[in-house]
């Protein structure tokens, strides 16, 4: 499971940011298809708005796009390169704070200013732990009416799944994988989070989880991840929470990619 030092050394250190994070896209068509296809369908109810935080943005995959439907942008990321290669590439963004914390603390968000929390294809490596410190610190640095929408894993629901893959022949798992027989851990999901744990640790932070949506990844149909929406208790999005399942999401991408290719959007 990775720990807060792992990610700290494979985003700093270990992993090559030549493609600016671009290469997890690709298999939607590329990051604009992913946004247009994807992220935006899923978040359009609450955007624009005034303040996004976003967790963990890496090279800034996301934050092209999230700096256009705000007023305000602040990216927190563990990786010290990660938040100066972001400096340079949005120089001429006016509406963007840049900060490094912990790889948990959000002591640099003023409490009750945020309207929107993102994080999409990131905080699927971080553990439960850290989570859970995200989580409490969200409770308070929502606005009454704020939203979080985070992208975090659901592996630890298939544990034996994960343990056949775990005992199975490195020169035989990346086939089956991609066969859909096993499940991804190439992926590098947390297996300590489950949805369950997501929802139940939103009410212990004193939050109110309203939406999940299970989906599969890049391969096969186990959905390792999960969408969630969480707010504040008598905002106005807080409802009783809805769970759905995208067995085929990996399908969305092979299709979005499909038709990326002869559309409007290059």
């Not at 989070?193 to 212990?204: I, K, L, M, S």
């Amino acid at each position: 499971m990775p720990g807060l030092e792992e990610n700290e050394q494979v985003w700093t250190e270990g992993w090559d940011w030549s493609e600016r994070g671009e290469e997890w896209s690709r298999w939607w068509g590329g990051s604009e298809a992913m946004w247009a296809g994807a992220l935006l369908p899923r978040i359009h109810s609450f955007v624009p708005t005034g303040t996004i935080l976003e967790i963990a943005p890496g090279y800034g995959r996301w934050t092209q796009y999230l700096k256009g439907v705000c007023e305000r942008l602040v990216i927190v990321d563990l990786a010290a390169n990660c938040i100066e290669y972001c400096k340079d590439r949005f120089a001429t963004a006016t509406n963007i704070e840049y900060h490094v914390n912990d790889g948990r603390s959000l002591d640099m968000v003023a409490d009750g200013s945020v309207d929107l929390a993102f994080s999409f294809d990131s905080l699927v490596h971080a553990e439960a732990a850290v989570l859970a410190a995200y989580l409490e610190q969200l409770a308070s640095k929502l606005k009454p009416d704020g939203v979080a929408f985070l992208h975090h894993s659901n592996l630890g629901s298939y544990r034996r799944a994960a343990a056949v893959s775990n005992r199975t022949p490195r020169r035989l798992l990346r086939p089956l994988v991609r066969r859909g027989v096993l499940v991804d851990l190439y992926a590098w999901r947390a297996n300590d989070v489950t949805a369950e744990w997501f929802a139940a640790e939103c009410d212990r932070a004193g939050l109110v989880c309203v939406t999940q949506e299970l989906l599969s990844w890049e391969w096969g149909h186990y959905m390792i991840d999960t969408l969630s929406t969480v707010t504040r208790p008598g905002s106005r999005w807080a409802r009783p929470r809805v769970t759905t399942r995208s067995p085929f999401f990996r399908w969305e991408g092979r299709r979005m990619a499909r038709l990326y290719a002869r559309s409007s959007f290059h």
